[in-house]
């Protein structure tokens, strides 16, 4: 069975979607069966992986809204074991009308399931706000996955964040975790990337992975040739950066496993 991981933080433009491309990619091409679900109305992880948002076939829109199944809207992707739930911009519309659903928080999980056992990671790219999508996620989740910009005020709001996935799991999944903290576009010249780098390291210890994501202009460039870095560009210190995360989250992955047999 699949782990799902959400991928979330409220702020915007801090690497969400970057790492959900990547890191999905970075784990297929170690063997993984990987399944990234588009959860964003932006549709940023759609483009970022060559597919187009405004199409009108059925995405993860029609599948929360039960009007698909969600396999009828996965795509399959060049890497191999990759794989794409589509977002398209109507999704926004959906923040609304889940509203007088029943279960509204739950309708992700009950849509995942039936797939969970056709992949090793389902990786959720969350929108930048606490509404009914990402609680959505967080409630579908086992685990989430949040990426923090080595940037002024990276830790606000990590607070709120925080508060969120308490109340998530006191209320629709006890079972949520936090996998880790991912520091990504540090750039080694200035030396406010290293001070919050330490002033996170500091504040949330070991759940903050070793791996730090670089600021690299490839890393950037790659999703308007909708391609993860992996392809885009497989040497490049993005490419083996999401390598090592992956490495590394594979790692935790089985020590939990370890953990419990
Ligand atoms: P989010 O999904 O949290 O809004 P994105 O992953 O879309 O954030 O990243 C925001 C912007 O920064 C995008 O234009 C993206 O290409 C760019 N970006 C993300 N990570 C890096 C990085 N490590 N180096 C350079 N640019 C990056
Ligand atoms: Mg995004």
Redesign the pocket.
């Known amino acids: 069975m699949a782990r799902v991981y959400a991928i979330a933080?409220q702020?915007?433009?801090?690497?969400?979607?970057?790492?959900a491309i990547n890191l999905g990619a970075a784990l297929a091409e170690q063997g993984c069966r990987v399944l990234v679900v588009d959860f964003?109305p932006q549709a940023?992880a759609t483009s970022g992986l060559g597919r187009n948002p405004h199409q009108e076939a059925p995405s993860i829109y029609e599948a929360l809204l039960d009007q698909v199944p969600l396999e009828a809207v996965i795509v399959p992707l060049a890497l191999p074991r990759l794989a794409l739930a589509p977002a398209a911009l109507r999704l926004a519309g959906a923040e609304v009308e889940l509203v007088g659903l029943l279960a509204r928080e739950q309708r992700l999980r009950r849509i995942l399931r039936p797939v969970l056992g056709a992949y090793d990671y389902v990786l959720i790219?969350c929108p930048?706000s606490l509404g009914l999508l990402t609680v959505n996620a967080l409630t579908a989740a086992d685990g989430i996955l949040i990426?923090v910009q080595c940037e002024y005020l990276a830790l606000e709001g990590l607070g709120q964040l925080i508060r969120t996935i308490d109340l998530i799991r006191d209320n629709l999944n006890p079972s949520l975790r936090i996998v880790g903290l991912v520091l990504?576009?540090f750039d080694a010249r200035t030396n406010l990337a290293q001070q919050v780098v330490d002033e996170v390291r500091r504040h949330f210890g070991a759940l903050v992975f070793e791996t730090v994501?670089?600021?690299?202009?490839r890393?950037?460039e790659a999703?308007s040739f909708g391609q993860p870095i992996l392809q885009y560009d497989a040497h490049s210190r993005?490419a083996q950066a999401y390598r090592s995360l992956a490495g590394e989250l594979l790692a935790r992955d089985r020590g939990r496993e370890g953990g419990t047999a």
């Open positions: 933080n702020k915007g433009g801090v690497g969400k979607t970057t790492t964003d940023n790219d930048p990426p990504t576009m994501i670089p600021r690299t202009v890393l950037s999703p993005g």
